[in-house]
């Protein structure tokens, strides 16, 4: 599993249904159980946004759950990855021209990787979710990298006072 | 008398994949009221019959729901060629039976497995979902898709299923079942899961039949009603019971589920015993005029749609009534009385499908 290597943590899902059909989030939850097992990468489906580093919201984004997608990211802790699946979650899919629909996820919060598919299937998810590691990663060394930063200038300062 | 306290339930919540929004009435832990909100995944597709042509709409119609897809697909195709006149060929009723059929095993195992995580019974959940991913090989194998099947059309069907293949299926279909009794076995006797379910949220037959509840929600409270029985596709011709419990308490709710499962293998082998040889599909000609109340049943129950065209290639008006929509009233009579802790085993127990429900 060379393209898991970076992998130094594990990532814990937190999976919100904005407007899917379905299709997708039973296709989410198949990731998770024997067949494909993500499990064993120790990536969890959390139900805390508290809790989670990657948010796969699938469907398209309504009137009524605009600000509920808008929260459940506020809550998350940084550094966040957000995973659009599905194509009604990308541009609001064969669903766009409902009165309801606003549009793609990305009407409301920055989505990182987006996974096409109507339903997409597993292993694209799978794929999605690698994708999204490596940006966490990247964000995760970027703040670090900024925290010591910040460290090593305080001490710089401590000592020159 | 204890003071009352409103606790929030979704619509983010562990248990449910979808969001549904319940605000829960509590005396200390026991759930005194309920009051539902949807509206959360309201799309508006109905409305989408006035920008798709008829026989397009089948694809809108398809996802309604990304688990009882086929079935979605097959009521709206069914009202279209009764308001148009169109006699289906008999293999492709035969061909809408088994795949209906394969969709029920799918959502039931499903359902099972999404039963036992909310009752916390992990390892239940992954084996359920295990024996889930065979029925999805055998949907991918036979129409191209997982979850959403695309098969169904006005007129007939677009695939066929080869010889060898209907034989593969028959084949696989005695060692498959006896996993699924396995499996049963353990829902239906297993002592942990029978404290957690037997007397819990019960509903009376007379409530049942009043409140409109409708599927296994139903049929497990004693009401015989199971629209396969009226015979449309090819459920005429294989004879068809349904299966029926008294009880109407949470256990009660998932031993008709699980006996529905028995009962769908049996029927798919005795459609592909029986099932004749000929055309798929017939032409569709002219465009639908006039007005039918079209009803399938789905894993969830009775679905309905109702279809009014005026002459032209676009409807004038399409209403959807779900199961999980008649399923609602049921769930907030079973409610009270619950403990806290069992609001997610009692919700659950209806099977709720909130993408059918709002549309």
Redesign the interface.
Known sequence: MSTMAFLKRSPWILHYDASSCNGCDIEVLACLTPLYDVERFGIINTGNPKHADILMITGGINEQNREVVRNIYEQMPEPKVVVAIGVCAASGGIFRECYNIVGGVDKVIPVDVYVPGCAARPEMIIDGVVKALAILEERREKMTGAAQTKESARQAAGEST | MPERIVVPFG?????L???IHLDLVLEDETVVDVVPSI???????E??VQ?REFTEYV??AE?????C?FMHALCYSQGIEHIMGIEVPDRAKYLRTIWSECSRLHSHL?WL?LFADGMGFENL???S??LR?SV?DTLEDTTG????QGTCKVGGVRRDIGQEKLDEMHRALDPFEEECRDLGDIFLNDDTVKYRLQGLSVISKDDAYALGAVGPTARASGVPVDHRETGYAAYGDLGFKPVVETAGDCYARCAVRVKEIYASIDLIRRAIDQIPEGALDVKVKGTPDGEYFSRVEQPRGEVVHYLRGNGTKHLARARIRTPTLANIPPLVKMLPGAQLADVPVVVLSIDP????TER
């Open positions: 619509p983010q919540h562990p248990v994949p979808e969001p509206g959360y995944i309201h799309r508006g597709l409305q989408l920008k694809y809108v996802r309604i729901c990304g688990i897809s499903l497995g959940f992954m084996r979902w295990q991913e999805l898709g997982r979850v959403i499908c909130i993408s059918c």
